[in-house]
């Protein structure tokens, strides 16, 4: 970094913009041959019936092993991957990936898939999964998708013509990060989800903040009201479990019951440490 010989402060700043915009450019070029030079990985995370005390499912989350740079988090390179419009392949290969995975599992198990909102432009989308599902053999009712709200914002028929196709199909759908979004209420109103994700940000907030318990009991008593289970994201500790057995809470997911890990062989011991 070089002061340059203009002056002040806004001089520091620029070399550093350069070598961000820089980075990205390079890290935009890298993730076009993610997917060809097979980088990516899918790790899984159980969900839990707080009824049963069993795994009920498992959701598949991406990684991104970097030659050079190792793991990247989907945080980093899904927004990206959207920006470019790599996300296309790369949804196409979790799908994929994910379904001959679980075909693989010794129970069977629903599989939950993350869809990016940007995968609804996707013309093709509908056709596309249900060929990979035709390919892979997976049972259609094995496949749940998570969809976060903004994908339904952003082009509401698209997504709900879309989301009833792949309702016929035997999909089921959830919606994540519920709660974090626009037009929560609309948004349940306009399709018939099979499951609603209370985001994590609410139970990480629960103990401190009545306002967030209070949101965290006014999603459970909605999903009872219009019959919808509800899970609850980011479960860490004990006591966030009582509260939610408590509270009538259906499933609940977080590092509490298992971190993402490798596909997951059901002979394990699983409910070891619930
Ligand atoms: P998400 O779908 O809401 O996934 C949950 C995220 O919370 C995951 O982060 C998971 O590792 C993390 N998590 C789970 N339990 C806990 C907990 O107890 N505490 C805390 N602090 N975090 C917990 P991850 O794997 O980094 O994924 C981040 C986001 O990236 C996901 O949020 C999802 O929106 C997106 N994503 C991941 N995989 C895919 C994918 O295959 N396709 C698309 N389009 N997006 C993906
Ligand atoms: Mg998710
Ligand atoms: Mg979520
Ligand atoms: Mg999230």
Same mark, same amino acid.
């Not at 002061?3 to 820089?22: L, Y």
């Not at 009824?51 to 990684?63: H, K």
């Not at 899970?231 to 809470?249: D, I, K, P, T, W």
């Given at each position: 970094?070089?002061?340059?010989?203009?002056?002040?402060?806004?001089?520091?700043?620029?070399?550093?913009?350069?070598?961000?915009?820089?980075?990205?450019?390079?890290?935009?070029?890298?993730?076009?041959?993610?997917?060809?030079?097979?980088?990516?990985?899918?790790?899984?995370?159980?969900?839990?019936?707080?009824?049963?005390?069993?795994?009920?499912?498992?959701?598949?989350?991406?990684?991104?092993?970097?030659?050079?740079?190792?793991?990247?988090?989907?945080?980093?390179?899904?927004?990206?991957?959207?920006?470019?419009?790599?996300?296309?392949?790369?949804?196409?290969?979790?799908?994929?990936?994910?379904?001959?995975?679980?075909?693989?599992?010794?129970?069977?198990?629903?599989?939950?898939?993350?869809?990016?909102?940007?995968?609804? *432009?996707?013309?093709? $989308?509908?056709?596309?999964?249900? %060929?990979?599902? /035709? &390919?892979?053999?997976?049972?259609?009712?094995? +496949? #749940?998708?998570?969809?976060?709200?903004?994908?339904?914002?952003?082009?509401?028929?698209?997504?709900?013509?879309?989301?009833?196709?792949?309702?016929?199909?035997?999909?089921?759908?959830?919606?994540?990060?519920?709660?974090?979004?626009?037009?929560?209420?609309?948004?349940?109103?306009?399709?018939?989800?099979?499951?609603?994700?209370?985001?994590?940000?609410?139970?990480?907030?629960?103990?401190?903040?009545?306002?967030?318990?209070?949101?965290?009991?006014?999603?459970?008593? *909605?999903?009872?009201? $219009?019959?919808?289970?509800?899970? %609850?994201?980011? /479960? &860490?500790?004990?006591?966030?479990?009582?509260? +939610? #057995?408590?509270?009538?809470?259906?499933?609940?997911?977080?590092?509490?019951?298992?971190?993402?890990?490798?596909?997951?062989?059901?002979?394990?011991?699983?409910?070891?440490?619930?």
């Amino acid at each position: 970094r070089t002061k340059s010989s203009i002056g002040h402060t806004v001089c520091f700043f620029e070399p550093d913009m350069d070598e961000n915009a820089r980075a990205r450019r390079q890290l935009a070029a890298d993730l076009r041959h993610a997917v060809p030079n097979g980088e990516l990985r899918l790790l899984y995370q159980p969900q839990r019936s707080l009824m049963t005390g069993r795994v009920s499912g498992y959701e598949a989350l991406v990684r991104w092993h970097h030659p050079k740079r190792g793991p990247i988090s989907p945080n980093d390179f899904i927004p990206l991957a959207e920006e470019t419009g790599d996300i296309f392949a790369i949804g196409e290969w979790v799908l994929r990936e994910a379904c001959l995975e679980a075909r693989n599992w010794d129970t069977p198990l629903k599989v939950a898939v993350n869809l990016s909102p940007v995968q609804f *432009l996707q013309q093709e $989308l509908i056709e596309r999964f249900r %060929a990979i599902l /035709v &390919e892979t053999g997976l049972s259609p009712s094995r +496949l #749940e998708l998570e969809i976060t709200e903004t994908a339904i914002i952003t082009d509401k028929l698209r997504a709900l013509h879309c989301l009833r196709q792949f309702k016929a199909m035997g999909v089921s759908v959830a919606i994540d990060d519920f709660g974090t979004g626009h037009s929560s209420l609309d948004t349940l109103h306009s399709f018939p989800f099979d499951k609603i994700k209370i985001d994590k940000s609410f139970l990480q907030r629960a103990e401190t903040s009545p306002q967030a318990l209070a949101i965290i009991r006014t999603v459970l008593s *909605l999903g009872r009201s $219009l019959s919808v289970p509800v899970l %609850a994201e980011g /479960v &860490e500790n004990e006591n966030q479990l009582r509260m +939610l #057995e408590s509270e009538g809470c259906d499933e609940a997911q977080g590092y509490y019951f298992g971190r993402p890990g490798p596909a997951p062989s059901l002979d394990l011991p699983l409910a070891a440490n619930f």
